[in-house]
């Protein structure tokens, strides 16, 4: 099964944390879709966690996990899923142009808030993607403004 991350799933160390097995870890682009920080965390109401939203021009970058199947369970509780994220299929491209199906979460709109801002500590698990992302990608992770 393949799993698209653009959150703080990019880690493969956080998902080793939470025990997900991935056998590989390859970039991977979703067209059509924007970054945003609009999740409200669960511990802090100002605090907005990864979420993405359909838009034309845009494009999120992330990681393609190749994972077992039975792992979906795993992800499914870390997520939230279905209470605070929904599972979507999307085609994302590789870089050799191939484009494959995967999974990924989106936030349920009840979950959604604009104004936030992600932490520090969590965007910092986001650019341990840097690694695969692209260095522009990257940069723009890394000029995001946090909470502190």
């Not at 590989?24 to 409200?40: C, G, M, N, P, T």
């Not at 520090?120 to 650019?127: E, S």
């Amino acid at each position: 099964m393949k799993y698209f991350a653009y959150g703080s799933n990019m880690n493969p160390n956080r998902m080793k944390e939470r025990e997900i097995n991935f056998s590989k870890r390859e970039h991977a682009i979703l067209e059509r879709w924007r970054l945003k920080f609009d999740k409200v965390a669960s511990r802090n109401p100002n605090e907005g966690y990864a979420n993405i939203e359909e838009d034309d021009e845009s494009v999120v970058e992330g990681i393609l996990y190749t994972i077992q199947d039975v792992d979906i369970e795993k992800l499914d509780r870390y997520e939230g899923y279905p209470n605070h994220y929904r599972k979507l299929k999307v085609w994302v491209k590789l870089d050799n142009g191939e484009e494959e199906e995967a999974i990924t979460y989106v936030a349920t709109p009840d979950k959604v808030r604009e104004g936030l801002k992600p932490s520090k500590d969590y965007l910092n698990h986001l650019l341990k993607g840097c690694d695969l992302l692209s260095e522009g990608y990257c940069e723009k992770l890394g000029k995001w403004e946090t909470l502190d």
